[in-house]
């Protein structure tokens, strides 16, 4: 079965800042997709990024970018320039055919 | 667009009661449907998850049950409610395709006293 880990279950980071958050995923299947999502605190799941698996190069959105390791199954995700808002749990998604599974989650505090 | 709605917000329910929770998706066809519970401060259990009509998948058989009667409706069911499955369910459709991400519903904050 595959599984998601986030091994950091709070962060911390100044307003301005730049912030790197863990994930790794266990896998035998060679196409797939990953995610990552942010729940602020209304608690609604607000897609942040997209990886596919098959693509070497980096997804990038705005402030957002992710840094994909395939080999190490690595999945991180690097927000710059931290506002107030980012600050939500984030989690980190691995999609296959059929479903999604979702690791624990990363609760980010932004520091004024 | 596509909306999807989900209810009701909040639910409190003695132990030993039934439950239903339901979910529609308008403005698609032939969406994929997945339940998904997280237990306090947790991440996201997937529960169920379904492709088609009638062909529900189940990840947590416990004593929670899904159906989907219509291609656009998930149903989430219990006969004998639990004090363990008081918790934040939500409700998710994509577009077939393992490539497709999921718009989750608002959830419903259900307590089992």
């Known amino acids: 079965a595959q599984t998601v880990t986030q091994s950091q279950p709070e962060m911390s980071v100044q307003e301005a800042e730049t912030v790197t958050l863990s994930c790794t995923y266990d896998t035998s299947e060679s196409d797939y997709y990953l995610f990552w999502y942010k729940q602020p605190p209304s608690r609604q799941m607000i897609l942040v990024i997209r990886q596919e698996a098959y693509k070497q190069q980096n997804a990038t959105e705005n402030r957002f970018s992710v840094n994909f390791q395939k080999a190490a199954k690595s999945f991180s995700l690097k927000i710059s320039d931290s506002q107030l808002g980012d600050a939500a749990m984030y989690f980190c998604a691995y999609r296959r055919v059929g479903d999604m599974r979702f690791g624990a989650g990363t609760r980010l505090t932004v520091k004024p | 667009s596509q909306t999807i709605h989900q209810w009701p917000a909040t639910l409190v329910q003695p132990v030993g009661s039934p439950l239903s929770l339901e979910c529609t998706v308008e403005?698609?066809?032939?969406?994929?449907l997945y339940w998904y519970r997280q237990a306090a401060g947790r991440g996201l259990q997937l529960l169920f998850y379904s492709v088609g009509i009638g062909q529900i998948s189940s990840e947590v058989p416990q004593n929670l049950s899904a159906s989907r009667p219509q291609d656009r409706q998930f149903i989430l069911s219990s006969k004998k409610l639990l004090l363990s499955d008081s918790g934040f369910y939500l409700c998710a459709w994509s577009l077939q395709g393992n490539n497709e991400k999921l718009f989750f519903g608002s959830g419903t904050q259900l307590s089992v006293l």
């Open positions: 403005g698609t066809s032939n969406p994929n």
